[in-house]
């Protein structure tokens, strides 16, 4: 047994598919998702977005966003959300830098919390990227 599973931006559509489990980096942890599973709405934190089908694991990266998990669907939007084989690591790496500059310079609570948040995500992003190029 299976649920449809979406994972979409503002943007774009980044992965539609079937899913056996799925684990979400919700927002006070990791949340396992099955078919028929309760009705459910949570923040997610950055990190990794995990689709089980069978012996497969499809992996997408995503910068926080909501889950809404329905018995018959579940429903990710995601602030930002790309696959490993989509990651410049050159990319991610200038990302982190300006992300640590932002932090260092900052000028007000705003910018500190803003450049705080956007240093959290390139560097789960980048740790995320390594994480898989080893495997």
Known sequence: MSVPVLVATAEREVYRGDADFLVAPGAAGELGIMPNHAP???ALKPGELRVHVGDHIDEVFISGGFIEVQPNM???LADSAERATDIDEAAAL???RKAEDGEANRNGDIDYARASSELAIA???LDWLRKKKRH
Do not use: D, K, W
Request: aromatic share 0%; no cysteine.
């Open 40 to 42: 459910l709405l949570s």
């Open 74 to 76: 579940i429903t990710i």
């Open 94 to 96: 200038e990302a982190t």
């Open 123 to 125: 560097a789960a992003r």
